[in-house]
């Protein structure tokens, strides 16, 4: 049977607004696609056509078109063959494709679609549906173009944002190595003893710092501070605080008080923790507060005096083992002005030992959420009780992880250990 005539065109329509759309009609029947050039003409495309499937393949590999017209059966390459070749070469130059058939049945419109069709019609075509089945190609191939866009846009907005994260976590670093660097000795030996410290922020940077000063002759100062929050506002707020409490510039440190020698002692820590607090309020706009604790030793006689100001109670560990955690609580630092901080006193012997801890030890939860609370950190610290120096310290951070589940610790972890010898005199 002679091939059915592809077209039926009864009316006139508009032409198309815009830029004329480029337009393929692939047939092997020369009057077809005359009837088809035509009308997509005169509708306001750019018409191109091909007699096969093969001379269509040139054409696209040219110039791409961004809608095709096909008949499925010719010789040679037919309108199905053509079409998966087209969608390979195609790209992201999406082309909106309608295949022309006299085909009805569901299983050859499934071979259709699965060929990467996108429309079909039947012959005769009719004007005004092949009409309307264009203008959804172009509403197609409008959304197409819009999401490409979008996603270029992501694609150079998620660019952007990577360059711009790498580059704040490389500030990160070294704002860690900063940080880090506030503790400059982490193990430091006396003639009465020896002193270990722990600095490890859950983050890059943290709110926690630790730290020591000369006091006297023959006593030592130690302080631990705990910022509230996480991140860099806390960790630009410790930084700050150090200065506060500087063992390089005595002249600045508010823990200390200058004699007309002009050496230097400590002063009573809770009058030093009440002159930080005002000083905090005057001179720092921030909605951040800290726990604090203050420690005066005297090497000689193993007399601690100590001011705590929110901070977790310290921990003596006796040379037989036996734990004292005592502490008056107190106030944090930055809340209110004209608060009264009080102090206390223990005693170490020889063989004991002074530990200080932040809260990110006793509040680290297990993987139920529950803390190790006080009660924890006994039985935690009873099993180290053999470890000293730098090591005690390594353990505990591998026991804490071992009782959190191997996950991150959710808070910043940090510690003082003063290990008494005793006054080398009276040994």
Known sequence: MPKQLAFSD??????????????LVVDDSRLQR??????????????MEAESGEAAMEICAARPPELVV?????????????????REISGENYGYFILLTSKSEKNEVAEGLDAGADDFLTKPVDGNEL???????????EMQRELTLKNRVITETLGELQRLYDSLDNDLVEAKQLQQSLVRERHKSFDAGDLSLLLRSSGHVGGDLIGFYPAADGHLGLFAIDVSGHGISSALMTARLAGYLSASALDQNVALEKLPDGTYRSRPPARAIETLNELVLDEMETEHYFTLMLADIDMQTGKVVIGQAGH??????????????????????????????????MHLDPGDRLIILSDGVTECPDAKGEMLEEAGLERLLDGLRDITGPAFFESLVWSLTEFAGGTEFPDDVSGLLFEYRGDAHNR
């Open 10 to 23: 009864t009316t006139t329509l508009p032409e198309t607004p815009g830029a004329p759309k480029l337009v």
């Open 34 to 47: 005359k009837i088809l050039t035509s009308s997509l003409s005169r509708w306001g495309y750019e018409v």
């Open 70 to 86: 096909s008949d499925w059966m010719m010789p040679g390459m037919s309108g199905i063959e053509f079409c998966k070749a087209f």
């Open 312 to 345: 977790p109670h310290p921990v003596i560990q006796r040379r037989c083992g036996k734990l004292e955690q005592e502490g008056t609580g107190g106030f944090p630092v930055g809340l209110m002005s004209g608060i009264s901080f009080s102090q206390f006193e």
């Open 131 to 141: 009409r309307a089945r264009m203008m959804a190609g172009e509403r197609i191939l």
